[in-house]
């Protein structure tokens, strides 16, 4: 028995919580892979999966068996890629999930470039909102915008995302200008799912609070709420990625400056506890040093210009019950 292999595909059917998946993602036939698990768990001496008719469970000592695995899998993976890339241009595929207007209007240039850079490595771009699962998937990397990581995470933080509350003039000419976060409730507003489509956040004396809107349209797109606004139908709050350029042209123009929203965060996430190889970090390094810390988008003028709680996350002004 080839130990580390047998450690491989226990650990490939832990994580995908089916031998079939298993077999199918190698191309093997599914008793392949229930033999080499057995066989693991012969020479053990102890049961690592508790099988059903129904779906597969770890016992204790799996669970405990598959977190040594990845600790000693990873580091095996990191000394074999360290060794093999010594010397060399970093080369190999790399499958990416990003989300889809961040995707279109930044990313893919970047990746464009990049590919340029190192001609040896290809990618396999993925375009949705959803969130993957990284492992079952098989992606090697996936850009999220977030305010909050999941517990089970393992990210980099890339850079930050601001978010504008926007309207077109015409809008405004003819329905008024809020003043305060309170006022969105008599206005027509445009809500982004699968985030919470009947308020938004702003920052109040330190502290964050939902303020009620009515959604006259809900999309899980950015772009469309945006060309909504810009049609003057209502209000939107668009992240400073996907606004920056029409308020910069003028079809839509910020509001409620005065008042912070919550920033999000950028993040590069990686598939569990495994070592990530050189040409990801070779890619995660290249899109953290284009896009920056502060990123290039927010360099535009109307960014010079507003007011720094709304920019940098400051407490904004105290907005007053109703």
């Known amino acids: 028995m080839d130990r580390l292999e047998s450690m491989q595909m226990f650990r490939r059917v832990a994580e995908m919580g089916s031998f079939s998946a298993v077999a199918r993602q190698l191309d093997v036939a599914r008793s392949v892979v229930t033999r080499q698990v057995a066989a693991l768990e012969a020479h053990l001496g102890v049961k690592l999966i508790a099988r059903s008719t129904r779906r597969l469970n770890l016992t204790a000592a799996g669970l405990a068996y598959l977190e040594k695995c990845r600790e000693i899998l990873s580091l095996v993976e990191a000394a074999e890629s360290d060794l093999a890339a010594e010397g060399q241009v970093p080369r190999g595929h790399i499958r990416i999930s990003v989300p889809f207007s961040f995707g279109l209007r930044h990313l893919t240039p970047l990746l464009l470039d990049f590919g340029t850079l190192y001609p040896e490595i290809t990618l396999e771009v993925d375009y949705t909102d959803r969130r993957v ?10 850009i999220r915008i977030t305010r909050r990581l999941a517990p089970q995470d393992v990210a980099r933080r890339i850079s930050v995302c601001r978010m504008l509350v926007v309207a077109a003039d015409d809008y405004l000419r003819r329905r008024g200008e809020p003043r305060r976060p309170e006022e969105l409730i008599d206005h027509e507003c445009f809500g982004y799912v699968p985030a919470a489509p009947s308020s938004w956040p702003f920052v109040v ?84 040093e284009r896009i920056g810390p502060e990123p290039y988008w927010d360099a535009l003028p109307l960014f010079r210009t507003a007011p720094q709680a709304t920019l940098l996350g400051g407490g904004g002004r105290r907005a007053r019950g109703r």
């Open 133 to 142: 699962n990284l492992i079952e998937e098989g992606i090697d990397l996936a």
């Open 205 to 288: 004396d330190g502290e964050t609070r939902a303020f009620p809107i009515r959604s006259r349209l809900l999309a899980n797109n950015g772009d469309a709420l945006l060309d909504a606004a810009i049609r003057g139908l209502g209000i939107t709050s668009a992240p400073s990625f996907i606004a920056a350029a029409a308020v910069e042209a003028g079809s839509v123009r910020p509001i409620l400056t005065d008042y912070a929203q919550p920033e999000l965060g950028i993040y590069a996430v990686f598939p569990g506890n495994r070592y990530v190889p050189r040409r990801v970090r070779v890619l995660v390094d290249y899109l953290a």
